[in-house]
């Protein structure tokens, strides 16, 4: 299948002469992390069958310097902000998305005061340009009339309150969406966020992860999704630490849609 | 000697006032101490804020109950409070329900201020039930022990204290009223305080003069200290939280600030023409503080936060963290961020207008480094806050302090820095192979 997956680079289109339509951000999770690969060849997947003209930076990516930051490094976090504002600002990008809500609200937030300007997306609110520009079909599938939940990554909701573009999509899976007590703005962190997910976490009496797929094992549904690889990660592993393996799957909302669209 | 009451509470109200203006000039001065910010931005955006969230209090209502309680209190402490305008009239001129021209909208004020009193003191105790009685958890956090839960009964046992004097005060002159005192003429509408007016049928005029005037004279002596005990307690914020709101962060919350002062030295790095082995001119400014260890380092609107939180732990309830066992309590970071500020003040009053160095600071004295480890920058303790306090640009702050200042970060975590400076990812693989999943 994945010889089928058509990745151009930024050098590509610029050999060519061409602008491609959206810079596809992949992020470190997306091109290291076993698990967020998947989502990364899910969403490419997307982007291929909506006939999407993308590219990747490729090698000339780096990581956004958000764990830096938020660990306190704000050297190391601006050095690499420059380091990628002047890549993006040669190929002249004006448009990215990104499967990472790291990444998002970096670039998006954090990178204009820095001299980065770009009009930067979450897959999930492209992946909805998509659909009602009709370019992509969302239909249910396997999905159809399954229990789901939607997990809220932090930086996608209340960093940037953006809580219904990923909702959307399932609804257009045709699902039942079943809410966790604490979602959207009042939503429970996976605990990976502020660096977190790079150290063991402080003393405490529970995990972070494990009381929140605790809370999500409690709806009932059959699937967490969720829009952040690394909120996939730790909702994985505390699914795996109530081995619940066998009731619950963790999953980004891309690639269900691309599941169920059989791709 | 017929001047004597006017002189005595002339006195009162400018020893009353002339405190509190002190108290006040105080807290600005601790908020001065800050790294200045300058915002004039927004200013439509800041103002919607401080109708809706602070005068509206929006996000209190979100937990309906204790906001809607909240709501009663507060509105009928401050329409109440309009009587206090008659009350400092009366007592300086000597008269008495100087107002009482306006007639029928008197009746109507008075009538409204009666039963507004009643719903407070039922509200009060039921918030008093709620703190000692309900065990309530974020009522309960280790940080809440001592004082900071006495300050909270405190204010309680003022408001019934306040409540009653009012209400006495009014029964006591509807009854002088009835049976035609002099100068006690017939004002006023007493839904409230008529009811029990009866228990002073079988008293003397005299007597129930100077009952009336007695609550009267306790009743606005009890307002000034009220005023006055506002700067020791939590309660300044019935007056910060408009200006604090007004200064919240109007961008999203995702958004935190770039360090200004890296930026300046990142430029430097990043410019060819510089000599990374120059010696610095001998005018230079001393090289910048990253982050922050002690409340200078922080901003005046960090300060004005500190000064503004109410203890309320609704940051708290919502944080991570706290909910699985962790030391870290966002609204802790605020109280001790006061607390500190509070001490650096004593010291500048102790030592004629300028700070002696104590030898402590705001980090590990106060704010321990587990703690701030601790936190998932999740933002719900900044979406939880009904006053659009952040406490977590305060941990931010604190964590570049640490890091940049003192190299002292969780040894994982340094691994993942030198990841990211070499690798450009947080994890030891190759930059080169950053594509390779396209090709799997
Ligand atoms: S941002 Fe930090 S302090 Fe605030 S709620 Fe989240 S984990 Fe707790
Ligand atoms: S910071 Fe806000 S939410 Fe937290 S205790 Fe203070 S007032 Fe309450």
Known sequence: MSDLLKVPTMADF?????????????????????????ITKAFVKLLNNAGVEFAVLGTEESCTGDPAKRAGNEFLFQMQAVTNIEVLNAYKVQKIV????????????????????????????????????????????????????FHDPCYLGRANGEYEAPRDLLRKL??????????????????????????????????????????????????????????????????????????????????MIANASEL | MQYLPNILFFLLLVAGVGYFTKNIRTVVRNIKLGIPVAISDHKKERYGNVARIALGQSKLLKRPISG??????????????????????????????????????YDFLIAT?????????????????????????????????GWPKQDGNIILYFEVVLMGLFLLMNSSDYALQQM???????????????????????????????????AWWLHITGILIFLNYLYFSK???????????????????????????????????????????AAPAPDAPPPPKFG?????????????????????????????????????????????????????????????????????????????????WACTTCNACVEACPLSIDPLSIIMDMRQYLVMEQSAAPSELNGTMTNIENNGAPWPFNQMDRLNWAKE
């Not at chain 1, 990472?100 to 770009?118: A, D, K, S």
């Not at chain 1, 402080?202 to 094992?217: L, M, Q, S």
């Not at chain 2, 201020?113 to 280790?142: D, G, H, Q």
């Open chain 2, 68 to 105: 809607a309680l909240h709501a009663i209190v507060y509105l009928g402490f401050i329409i109440i409070n309009i009587e206090v305008l008659e009350i400092i009239i009366d007592g300086l001129l000597g008269t008495h329900r100087i107002f009482a021209f306006l007639g029928g909208f």
């Open chain 1, 174 to 255: 045709e699902v039942e969406l079943v809410e966790m007590k604490r979602c959207k703005t009042n939503g429970l962190c996976c605990g990976a966020g502020g660096a977190q997910m790079f150290k063991e976490p402080e003393p405490g009496n529970k995990d972070i992860n494990v009381e929140r797929t605790e809370e999500a094992v409690d709806t009932g549904a059959s699937i967490v999704a969720t829009g952040c690889p690394f909120c996939n990660t730790m909702m994985t592993d505390g699914v795996k630490h109530k081995e619940k393996e066998d009731q619950v799957q963790v999953m980004d909302v891309a690639e």
């Open chain 2, 235 to 277: 309660h300044l914020h019935i007056l910060l939280a408009f200006p604090n709101v007004y200064f919240g962060s109007v961008t999203q919350k995702g958004q935190f600030k770039n360090n200004q002062a890296v930026t300046a030295e990142v430029k430097m790095m990043m410019d060819p023409s510089a000599d990374p082995f």
């Open chain 2, 113 to 145: 201020f009666e039963i507004l009193a009643l719903l407070v003191l039922v509200s009060v105790v039921l918030f008093w039930t709620r703190r000692n009685v309900l065990k309530i958890k974020r009522f309960l956090s280790p940080e809440m022990k």
């Open chain 2, 180 to 214: 035609g005192a002099a100068h006690y003429t017939q004002a006023g509408s007493y839904p409230v305080s008529s009811l029990f007016a009866g228990i002073f049928d079988t008293m003397s005029q005299s007597s129930l003069i100077v009952i009336e005037r007695t």
């Open chain 1, 98 to 149: 990104t499967a990472c809500p790291h990444c998002f609200n970096t670039i998006n937030n954090e990178y204009p005061q820095l001299g980065g300007n770009f009009e930067v997306m979450h897959h999930t609110q492209f992946l909805k340009t998509l659909l009602n520009d009709g370019r992509l079909k969302v239909e249910g599938g396997k999905f159809k009339g399954k229990k789901i939940t």
């Open chain 2, 292 to 372: 922050a260890s002690d409340v200078m380092d922080l901003t005046q609107v960090q300060l004005l936060n500190a000064y503004t939180c109410t203890e309320c732990g609704r940051c708290t309830s919502e944080c991570p963290a706290n909910q699985t066992g962790k030391k870290l309590s966002p609204r802790k970071i605020m109280m001790d961020t006061r607390d500190r500020l509070q001490e650096v003040s004593k010291n500048i009053d102790a030592n004629a207008g300028v700070f002696v160095p104590d030898g402590k600071q705001l980090l590990k004295d106060y704010i321990s480094t587990e703690e701030l």
């Open chain 1, 14 to 38: 610029m050999a060519q002469g061409k602008q491609p339509e959206v810079l596809f951000w992949v992020g470190c999770a997306g091109s290291f992390d076993d698990r967020a690969k998947k």
